[in-house]
Nanobody, 122 residues
Framework: QVTLVESGGGLVQPGGSLKLSCAASGAVSRVGTVNWYRQAPGKQRELVATIHLGDVTNYSESVQGRFTISRDDNKHTVWLQMNSLKPEDSAVYYC????????????????WGQGTQVNVSS
């Protein structure tokens, strides 16, 4: 069995920083493209950042220049460094692995973590 676990959320003041992590655990051989999404109350889920194998990254306009996505394929972990946080960044943040290669099984697709809450408030 494979799970994705996010951590690192919390309460921070405007202008502050948080670093979220998304770790794949279980019989994981390889994790492909990973996305970070967020969803605020009453709003649609928004794609925030993407990292592909080979460390190619993409960001939404709303976080470009403030957030950095990175990965360590040996640890099957992806991070989202969030700087200069604004109240409008408050949301539940989810990581999504588009494809995970499971040892002795094969590929599985579209895995989601449980989400971690980020609140930006003074």
């Amino acid at each position: 069995q494979v799970t994705l676990v996010e951590s690192g959320g919390g309460l921070v003041q405007p202008g502050g920083s948080l670093k979220l992590s998304c770790a794949a655990s279980g019989a994981v051989s390889r994790v492909g493209t990973v996305n970070w999404y967020r969803q605020a109350p009453g709003k649609q889920r928004e794609l925030v950042a993407t990292i592909h194998l080979g460390d190619v990254t993409n960001y939404s306009e709303s976080v470009q220049g403030r957030f950095t996505i990175s990965r360590d394929d040996n640890k099957h972990t992806v991070w989202l460094q969030m700087n200069s946080l604004k109240p409008e960044d408050s949301a539940v943040y989810y990581c999504n692995a588009e494809r995970i290669l499971v040892t002795g099984w094969g590929p599985v697709y579209d895995y989601w973590g449980q989400g971690t809450q980020v609140n930006v408030s003074s």
